[in-house]
């Protein structure tokens, strides 16, 4: 093919979104999203995501303390502060994992972190804008059903209402489950600016909204599988672990307390349901070891898919002349 007809093509595909969108869907997205994979090669991105959900964990635990003393202003403080221990973690192992999608050499944690700093403002400001327009609409949706109440033109006006209102609280939930939810991050993450961004979601929602849910429910089968494979080594692992603690080392504890560790359930809740407990120093060693093997089991999914998520937008932000095979 000439220069000339690539450019025509380009050019074309340029004026023809729906064209560009099912290139979005060729092999090489697909090889896109199963690079996600790498994502366990990236040990600063695993630390870093590791490290604040056990701080969460620990905060929730304190939390959960306060509030069994009734002690309300303290526990949602507790809280509050895992929550925003979460939103950092996630955003500082988002830029590691950018980094690593976009063949870039991934930056150091500690600069990760400085960085994820700088950026919350801007992921919280496009999530409050989207919020906020979604917001407006539901409002104006509300502000008309209650014209339906008119004796004269009230019925008309519900049976246009209805199907108008069930497309548009429909797509607002799809929406945030396959974009504003996995792609607002990924789109500060990649260097746009909240209004660059907004815009490019915008964009997405009007044209691409079909084939960013075909990409997303591939991330979601890759993180389930995942999670599934993750789910038999800690099952089968924990059921054998259960019977050789008490026979090898000797102590004297039910299988449930080991299980139990192992899905992130502490002795209190345990201890509510009635089952006898071992609370000796071995006992806790061990309730500790599960609840390690918990972080990680939780972690590993979480990074897939915050992986599969920046090859996603990646997928979708890149030129379409990069996939055309000109």
Not at 101 to 109: I, L, S, T
Not at 111 to 124: C, E, F, N, Q
Not at 141 to 161: E, H, I, K
Not at 188 to 212: M, V
Request: with cysteine; net charge positive.
């Amino acid at each position: 093919m000439t220069a000339a007809g690539a450019a025509a093509r380009l050019a074309k595909m340029r004026c023809h979104p729906t064209c560009a969108v099912n290139s979005r869907l060729s092999p090489h997205t697909l090889s896109r999203l199963l690079a996600s994979l790498d994502a366990a090669r990236n040990d600063g991105a695993f630390r870093a995501l590791l490290a604040a959900f056990c701080l969460a964990g620990l905060m929730l635990g304190a939390a959960e303390a306060a509030l069994a003393r009734e002690a309300v202003w303290r526990g949602a403080a507790w809280g509050v502060a895992a929550l925003a221990v979460v939103f950092l973690g996630v955003n500082t192992t988002g830029l590691m994992l950018m980094d690593q999608a976009c063949g870039r050499p991934v930056r150091d944690a500690r600069d990760a972190a400085y960085d994820s700093l700088r950026i919350a403002p801007k992921v919280l400001l496009c999530l409050a804008a989207i919020v906020g327009t979604a917001g407006v609409l539901a409002a104006l949706m509300v502000g008309l059903l209650t014209l339906s109440r008119l004796p004269q033109v009230g019925p008309l006006l519900l049976s246009a209402l209805v199907p108008a209102g069930v497309g548009l609280f429909g797509g607002m939930l799809l929406t945030l489950i396959v974009m504003v939810g996995p792609l607002t991050g990924p789109s500060i993450w990649s260097g746009l600016p909240p209004a660059r961004a907004l815009r490019k979601l915008a964009g997405l929602l009007r044209w691409r909204l079909l084939d960013t849910a075909v990409l997303m429910v591939g991330v979601l089968g890759l993180s389930a599988l995942v999670s599934a494979c993750i789910s038999v080594v800690v099952i089968g692992g924990g059921q054998v672990m259960a019977l050789l603690v008490p026979w090898a080392a000797g102590i004297e504890m039910p299988p449930q307390q080991l299980m139990a560790g192992l899905f992130g359930r502490g002795l209190r809740s345990l201890g509510a349901e009635g089952t006898p407990l071992n609370t000796s120093a071995a006992g806790l060693a061990v309730q500790t070891g599960g609840g390690v093997v918990f972080a990680l089991a939780l972690v590993l999914p979480a990074l897939f898919y915050l992986r599969g998520c920046c090859a996603v937008w990646l997928a979708l932000s890149e030129p379409a002349v990069e996939e055309a095979q000109l």
